[in-house]
């Protein structure tokens, strides 16, 4: 296990977009995070099942799929690409088709690096089908040897990048979530989630030097964006949306600490903690994913981002032609804003910009603010254990806000202003040991997960 | 109202549940909903009226606050708690004639599909409603939905789904359940979804906010 | 007859996005070109008919489509916007249709006013039905009385800025355009488009002098962005589109030498040339119209906008909402950019950026460049009748494109230089006199247009 | 090959007309299509011969160009043009048995819609690829093409629409279509169109590129 003891970029002017201390060269002689930001193309397929029968029908969807954003792609003369290919259930339920599919959109990235030379990568990302079962068994079981099983077909097929949205943890995060339980949100995050990581992207990394593929990261999109999502749509306080972004960064850095180099997943907004603290290169989201999701984030995601990303459009037409093509566009003209900016010293007035633009609306935005983001990053990698290191970011983020507050810098409704409190008194409640935190989680939610499956 | 019933208001309003809870911070140290509602019947306030001018008015006002923005779903489910330790009090009043509930509602995500979170929002606004929901959980085949309906034969059913891939399954399940029960009202919803596709597959209805689904489900009883 | 005889913007580094010489107020308190780019949110319906059966539907979607944009204009707390209700052919062939929707819609708009205190704007865009003729009648019969009724009942439905698409001359200007005919294009956009601008140009100001409305402006859409589309599409010469664009411009610029004061039409990218010319504010889209057309100038086209726009989406589910409910998060990110861009003097850093970024891949986009923008505003202004302005539009482009040639800034496929050659040969080929044109489109489109509807 | 004819292939393929016309800039002043067809005529060369081993050579040389991207539509319209001047020349030789065309093609934008850019040169590759089109223009009524087919009623037919609220015309259209003819083909296109949608409506497919479009064509007769 590599340990992270002091920050990679401790200089906030140098947590900047297209730049990484440590590029990753991978796919089609594709090179990122040293110079230039590349769009991440993302898509699914439109309302269809997926069956035997079907399975056809869905290659042909991802044929012209590619067929549209590498005609694009070219037209836009963009500087180099990856496409990610982001399973659905079935895809790793039987992981042949995962792997079928792998291969079909490989052949199209080398056919088209051979002919117009623009270097590209493909990341796949597998689906976690750890969590159908209840309480998750995690490390044992069928669930989670399809899940593995479907990494290593996906290596061999010709994937690039490994990539994953895991959910250890999940079932216990949710249940806290909803009842706003901060403490139960630390412990499932930094002690449940931050183990799972381990034992997970162990296995990855393991697959990963079998076929020479890069181990990009994980996201903790079913944890803090599932937080961005019901705050966003009035269900949570947006503050605690915001301390829930903090807390997932220890456990999305337990990917990095057993062997991820980046670049990390699209959805994990907190990359740019992890970008400060590893020096890896990231993904990011923002506006351009207004197809996928609606976000307090839209400008300020691309800050310090090495590739740009719309998550996920299904394939279906709009009146230019179809949606991944169109998003492929939007994608290839924020990068060749972004690549200019670089290219002629401007990128950190941008970079500015873009992050002084959303502050001043969001504290979900607030917490990704260079300053604030260097300070979160400080204080995880002070900190020994995962629980430690995600009570320090939650504290951390907290007092940020708190700050910001007394300093006008945002504002906040009178009832996100009582949950302040409330977040306050939890923070100072806090169990001291991952022991007692253990026990907490199991008086509370003892009937959702099972100490097994961490190892505990 | 009595001073005591307005107190155990607030308890469930804001969610206090007993003297040792530290939450809401400005009323720690203080009776919660437990020892209150104990108390309200030591004093000989009616069940009924414990209930309805006290319990309820708590649930509904943070409801209302909820509908305001001015609350959020922890508000909410904290409240439920507070309620929930006032009603092991009064269970035995109502021993025989429980407290009427609307009806029965089936509700679960298709097959295929594990997204939860839109689900259990609903679920819990229904059981707030006074219904009486029977959760399926997630990755529920269309057989498991029939079969629940046997032994709930006047029940609605809701389904979830926030894949496209899912999507369709709500189609094969709302077949399924119209062949045996043609009469069932079948409801669907999830961020994908649309009226239009409700139509299509032959569902009785999309509704994308479940605090309107479930004035229209007041209101169609 | 208002003449435009020198430039209003002669500082290039004036012609800058959210700020014009005369900014226009209306609607519900909305200045636009006074120092911020406000959204112009635009949609269209779904696959579906318009009949006297489905209008019930049909207006179901625009309640839906407005109540998905406002909810989204408020959580991102957005300073200002405009909507744009677009007309199809039914909703002028009925014109009570169209004046039933544009009073649902301003109906919302004046709501959201008085909730939020956000300014805003009802921009109607009436159908130019005059085209279904062979040759189109244009001044007079049923189609042009339908059209100029589509503008009187809508601006007495409350419609705040009035514009359209109009089609004077293209009859004439698709044909030569298909043969790359450069001298049938500029006699059929300098003669004919100039001439029925006038006519229809008069007819929408005393409308909207009527009822108080604002004379947005007119577009080129099916004259240059045809072209544009063709050549995006392989079928025309990009050299032949981009000169084609600034060729439609004295055309467009007519709108205003009858009445128009802006914001003028999203669609038209001369928009630019117009906004050195006249001063005022401008309508524009780039990147963010990527769900209703591709171009190559999806940054660049910000560079001078006064209000940013999609263009247009039909109302169907993305996975985030609404179609039209995610582009208008895209715009007031893009918007929020801008503003903080202006707010903190660095508007100029950033439209250089976006210039720049564009202008190295693509001749379409050299074309408004500001530099550029403004040579063109100046030969134009210079001559006194449409055909000259017109030519002298065109001989400016195509000498900037040849200096850039030669400075090798941009660069041209072999197959693009050849045309170049002809293109020269074309220009100096031109006939001097307006009667010596005019029988040049007798003789060689005469079955295809009336004189007659030109007044001539 | 023939000096005399592989000059006259270049002409068509540049689209040099005749001796008169100012394009290609560097053939100024030479002789064209015109005029060297009527020399080869004079030199006896038969006409199947100037047809086919000289004017189709230039043709599909220029159509070959446009497929790569290196010649445009201006230039086939050109070429075509040159070609008219020569067939000219050619047509007496030609009387009874003219060129064999491939079949009828009934063509139009649909009722509602103006757009006719994309149908125009949907039109001229038909034409180019040997079809004898019948252009029925825009805003065409189920009615008219069900008319035609009745004068043509060997013909496919395609039809053009680039509005979502035109679109449903296209089932009209093919409705009407098949009710009177279930045996006539039926072709799509148009930009917000797919193949889905083609199938959705009962349509023969869906093309997005012309060319493939007349591929496909002349492998199905
Ligand atoms: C959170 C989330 C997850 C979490 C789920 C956590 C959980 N326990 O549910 C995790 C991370 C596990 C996850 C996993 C996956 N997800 Co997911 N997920 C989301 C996300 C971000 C938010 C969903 C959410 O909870 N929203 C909040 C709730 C409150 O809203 P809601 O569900 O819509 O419900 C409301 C209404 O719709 C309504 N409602 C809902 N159901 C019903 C039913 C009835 C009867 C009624 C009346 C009303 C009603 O009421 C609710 C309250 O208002 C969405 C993004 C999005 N734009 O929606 C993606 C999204 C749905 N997921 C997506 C994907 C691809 C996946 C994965 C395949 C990812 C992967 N490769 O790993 C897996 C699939 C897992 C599986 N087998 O199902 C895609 C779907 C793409 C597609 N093709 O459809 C989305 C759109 C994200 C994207 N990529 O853009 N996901
Ligand atoms: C040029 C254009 C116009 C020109 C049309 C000029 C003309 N003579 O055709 C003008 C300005 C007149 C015009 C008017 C309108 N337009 Co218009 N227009 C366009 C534009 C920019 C390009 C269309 C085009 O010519 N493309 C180039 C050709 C070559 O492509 P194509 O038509 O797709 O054809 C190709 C293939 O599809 C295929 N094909 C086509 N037909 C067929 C048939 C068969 C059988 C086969 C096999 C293949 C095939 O082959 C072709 C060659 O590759 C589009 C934008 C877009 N994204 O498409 C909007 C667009 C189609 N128009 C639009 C609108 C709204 C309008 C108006 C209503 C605007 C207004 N308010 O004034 C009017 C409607 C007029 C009417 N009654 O029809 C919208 C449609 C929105 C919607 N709801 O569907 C679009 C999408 C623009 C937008 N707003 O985003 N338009």
Tied chains: 1, 3.
Excluded at chain 1, 57 to 81: A, F, Q, T, W
Excluded at chain 1, 260 to 284: H, L, N, Q, V
Excluded at chain 2, 123 to 135: A, E, K, P, Q, Y
């Amino acid at each position: 296990m590599k340990k992270f003891t002091k920050i990679a970029i401790s200089n906030e002017e140098d947590l900047i977009m297209g730049k990484s201390l440590f590029p990753v060269t991978c796919g089609n002689n594709l090179t990122i995070g040293a110079g230039k930001v590349y769009p991440e193309i993302n898509f699914t397929l439109p309302t269809m099942m997926i069956t035997k029968e079907t399975i056809p029908e869905v290659k042909k969807h991802y044929s012209e799929i590619m067929d549209n954003i590498l005609n694009r792609s070219k037209i836009l003369n963009i500087p180099g690409l990856v496409v990610e290919f982001e399973q659905l259930p079935p895809m790793t339920d039987v992981p042949e088709w995962g792997a079928e599919i792998t291969e079909l959109i490989k052949k199209e990235l080398d056919k088209f690096y051979v002919e117009t030379g623009i270097p590209n990568a493909l990341r796949v990302t597998v689906l976690d089908l750890r969590d159908a079962d209840h309480p998750p068994l995690l490390r044992t079981g069928i669930a989670s040897e399809k899940t593995i099983s479907g990494f290593e077909l996906c290596a061999q097929a010709g994937a690039d990048i490994l990539s994953i949205e895991s959910v250890g943890g999940k079932e216990v995060h949710d249940q806290a979530l909803m009842y706003g339980d901060l403490h139960g949100i630390a412990a499932s995050l930094g002690i449940l989630s931050y183990r799972d990581m381990g034992w997970l992207w162990d296995n990855i990394t393991s697959i990963a030097k079998k076929y020479g593929c890069i181990t990009g990261g994980d996201t903790a999109c079913g944890f803090s964006n599932t937080a961005m999502q019901l705050a966003g749509q009035g269900m949570l306080p947006n503050i605690l949306a915001a301390i829930d972004r903090a807390a997932s960064a220890p456990r999305s850095l337990a990917a990095f600490e057993h062997g991820a180099i980046g670049p990390s997943k699209d959805c994990a907004y907190e990359g740019p903690i992890i970008k400060a603290i590893t020096g890896y290169p990231i993904s990011m989201e923002g506006k351009s994913s207004c197809c996928a999701h609606f976000s307090p984030l839209g400008n300020i995601a691309a800050a310090a981002a090495d590739l740009w990303s719309n998550e996920s459009v299904q394939n279906i037409r709009l009146l230019s032609g179809t949606a991944p093509e169109a998003f492929m566009e939007l994608l290839a003209y924020d990068c060749r804003l972004f690549n200019k900016a670089i290219e002629s010293n401007n990128a950190l007035e941008l970079r500015n910009l873009m992050v002084e633009s959303d502050v001043e609306h969001s504290v979900e935005a607030l917490i990704l603010e260079p300053n604030v983001v260097i300070e979160i990053a400080k204080a995880i990698v002070n900190k020994e254990s995962g629980y430690e290191k995600t009570k320090a970011a939650i504290e951390t983020a907290y007092n940020s806000i708190d700050v910001s507050l007394s300093n006008n810098k945002i504002s906040l409704s009178n009832t996100e202003i009582e949950w302040m409190k409330k977040i306050e008194e939890e923070i100072s409640a806090f169990s001291k040991t991952e022991e007692e935190a253990v026990e907490y989680l199991e008086m509370m939610y003892g009937t959702f997960f099972s100490s097994q499956a961490y190892g505990l | 109202m009595n001073e005591l019933l307005e107190q155990l208001a607030i308890c469930i309003e804001r969610g206090k549940v007993n003297l040792q809870s530290p939450f809401p911070v400005d009323l720690k140290g203080q009776e919660g909903a437990d020892e209150l509602t104990k108390r309200a019947i030591e004093n000989s306030i009616p069940a009924e009226v414990i209930l309805n001018e006290s319990l309820m008015v708590g649930m509904q006002k943070v409801g209302d606050k909820f509908e305001e923005g001015k609350a959020f779903i922890p508000d909410m489910l904290i409240a439920a708690k507070a309620m929930n330790a006032a009603m092991v009090h009064l269970k035995p009043f109502f021993e025989s004639g429980e407290v009427e509930l609307k009806g029965d509602f089936i509700i679960g995500t298709v097959a295929g599909d594990l997204h939860d979170i839109g689900k259990n929002i609903v679920r819990m606004v229904l059981t707030g409603g006074g219904w009486n929901v029977i959760d399926l959980g997630t990755d529920v085949k269309a057989e498991k939905f029939v079969a629940t309906l046997k032994e709930y034969p006047n029940a609605f059913i809701g389904m979830s789904a926030l894949l496209t891939t899912t999507m369709m399954q709500m189609e094969v399940t709302t077949k399924a359940i119209k062949e045996v029960s043609p009469a069932t009202k079948v409801f669907v919803g999830g961020a994908p979804l649309s009226q239009e596709f409700s139509d299509r597959i032959g569902a009785d209805g999309y509704f994308p906010d479940p605090n309107k689904f479930v004035k229209y489900l007041s209101q169609a009883i």
